[in-house]
């Protein structure tokens, strides 16, 4: 470095120079420092801004998907619902046929020599409850609550465990007694007059077609049989086969 320098000016203003070059090497190298720096933390920040970006689409991802999981347990709600809308219509469809052709069969029975020979001997007196208890469901239009449905309730429902006595609630002759779809187990008895009684979803019949029975007589027991959701009399009254509301007999 120092070779062919003679004089100490020079030298002095070689090492002047020499450290003008370092120092503004050293600011350059600062100034490189400090960009880098810059950049690393703009770097560092867009990294974090993805890491951010990505986490929301994440979290917007696992929205949807819980979105959709939801829509979909409603929709299978939904169809449940449906189903058992459906399943109860039919079951009600069925009761409606079933009292048709009860009211068929009463009718039939109104135009032979023996039910001519009722008609003309109507039951004198009251009736009497056939079962105690509590009166769930009254005769006539009833709405269902959560499916809508309008339909002929034919008689009244009394609440009653499964199993208690029912009792005829006049005297008079056992038309029915047996099977009938909807209905389940179901006694009907001929009072005359055109006037007969039915109980259904019986779990025990204790009579017989043609039988007589008396007033207060146990004829058969209380259950759920046929299209029915627990023990309980549904109970009609039926005047030339028709339902009537029981209450104006009773
Ligand atoms: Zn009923």
Same mark, same amino acid.
């Given at each position: 470095? +120092? ?5 100490? +000016? ?30 690393? @933390? &703009? ?15 994440? &979290? ?31 079951? #009600? ?15 039939? #029975? ?5 039910? @001519?020979?009722?008609?003309? $001997?109507?039951?004198?007196?009251? +009736? ?32 009653? $465990? ?19 779809? *909807? ?7 001929? $009072? ?23 007033? *207060? ?9 046929? #299209?029915?959701? *627990? ?20």
């Amino acid at each position: 470095m +120092f070779l062919g320098v003679t004089d100490a +000016f020079t030298v002095l203003s070689r090492s002047y120079y020499m450290k003008q070059v370092l120092e503004e090497d050293k600011a350059l190298f600062d100034e490189i420092k400090r960009e880098k720096a810059i950049l690393e @933390q &703009q770097k560092a920040e867009l990294e974090r801004e993805k890491q951010k970006a990505l986490i929301l689409k994440q &979290q917007q991802e696992e929205n949807k998907r819980q979105i959709e999981i939801e829509k979909a347990k409603r929709s299978a709600i939904l169809k449940d619902i449906e189903s058992e809308r459906i399943e109860y219509e039919r079951a #009600l469809e069925e009761l409606e046929r079933n009292s048709r052709e009860i009211e068929q069969m009463l009718l039939a #029975l109104e135009k032979t020599p023996e039910g @001519q020979k009722r008609l003309a $001997h109507p039951w004198r007196g009251g +009736f009497i409850y056939p079962v105690r208890g509590p009166i769930t469901s009254g005769f006539g239009m009833r709405t269902h609550p959560i499916y809508h449905i309008t339909k002929m309730h034919t008689g009244i429902d009394i609440s009653a $465990h499964s199993g208690t006595p029912i009792k005829a609630a006049a005297g008079g002759e056992v038309v029915f007694a047996g099977w009938w779809g *909807g209905y389940g187990n179901v006694v009907i008895i001929d $009072h005359g007059g055109g006037i007969s009684t039915l109980y259904a979803h019986c779990s025990a019949i204790y009579v017989r077609k043609g039988q007589s029975v008396s007033q *207060g007589e146990v004829i058969a027991a209380v259950g759920s049989t046929g #299209l029915s959701t *627990g023990p309980h009399l549904h109970f009609e009254v039926r005047k030339n086969g028709k339902p009537v509301d029981p209450l104006g007999y009773l």
